[in-house]
């Protein structure tokens, strides 16, 4: 079974540009998270879609940075235009509830993650 | 506001060795989650353990296995037999059990010696 599929796995860019970074979550989950990881900040958690729909974006860091997600099956993170501290590595994390009855909770399973580094 | 405190910025032992990575939280809530997160080199975030707070019995995969004390809100992470595999960063995680938030440490990087 296919985990969360992110691409690119790297991707080196020009302050300024604009770059795209691509999430497919494990099928069946319906919970969907963005996490950017920095030395300084450490892991913090950008957007989290549920059922499609944007339910927490207070960890957008600003007005460059949005995230779309068209169908169950597919994400996408923008940045535009980007700049040198928007470098870091972007994951990718889905979820999905657990049967009532198992007692059990969510657990979020990571993508690989996107390194971004933009010169 | 829950945070996670992980003590220990680095850790060293020798292959075949046991260790146990520390983890303490601050919450006023009583249904929640732990997790133990592992990071190798290849960045990838991987679920090593998940305890659940309202059990009492702590969880366990294969060599890893957790020691969690709810009423010093403690949760470390014991590896035995480490291997040179186990190289990586390890987070520990705390989520509320009505939020979807995770709320990580610092993280802890364990290298395994051969």
């Known amino acids: 079974d296919a985990g969360v599929i992110q691409s690119p796995r790297h991707e080196v860019t020009e302050m300024g540009q604009e770059v795209t970074l691509r999430c497919k979550p494990i099928?069946?989950?319906?919970?969907l998270f963005w996490y950017r990881q920095t030395m300084m900040r450490g892991l913090e958690l950008l957007i989290y879609f549920n059922n499609n729909v944007p339910i927490d974006d207070s960890g957008m860091p600003e007005d460059r940075f949005s995230a779309k997600m068209p169908n169950a099956s597919f994400s996408t993170l923008k940045i535009q235009p980007s700049e040198p501290r928007d470098s870091a590595v972007y994951f990718c994390?889905?979820?999905?509830?657990?049967?009532?009855?198992?007692?059990?909770?969510?657990?979020?399973?990571f993508g690989p993650g996107t390194r971004l580094l933009v010169l | 506001a829950q945070t996670v405190t992980q003590s220990q910025p680095e850790m060293s032992v020798q292959e075949a060795e046991t260790v146990t990575l520390s983890c303490t939280y601050d919450?006023?809530?009583?249904?929640?989650?732990l997790f133990w997160y592992k990071q190798p080199p290849s960045r990838q975030m991987i679920l090593v353990i998940r305890?659940?707070?309202?059990k009492q019995q702590n969880a366990t995969e294969n060599r890893f296995s957790v020691n969690f004390q709810k009423a010093a809100k403690s949760f470390s992470l014991k590896i035995s037999d480490s291997q040179l595999g186990d190289t990586a960063m390890y987070f520990c995680?705390?989520?509320?059990?009505?939020?979807?938030?995770?709320?990580w440490g610092a993280g802890t990087k364990l290298i395994i010696k051969p």
């Open positions: 305890q659940e707070a309202y």
């Open positions: 919450t006023s809530e009583n249904n929640y989650y």
């Open positions: 994390a889905s979820s999905f509830p657990p049967p009532r009855t198992s007692g059990k909770r969510e657990t979020q399973y």
């Open positions: 995680a705390f989520r509320r059990g009505s939020n979807y938030q995770l709320i």
């Open positions: 099928s069946g989950h319906n919970s």
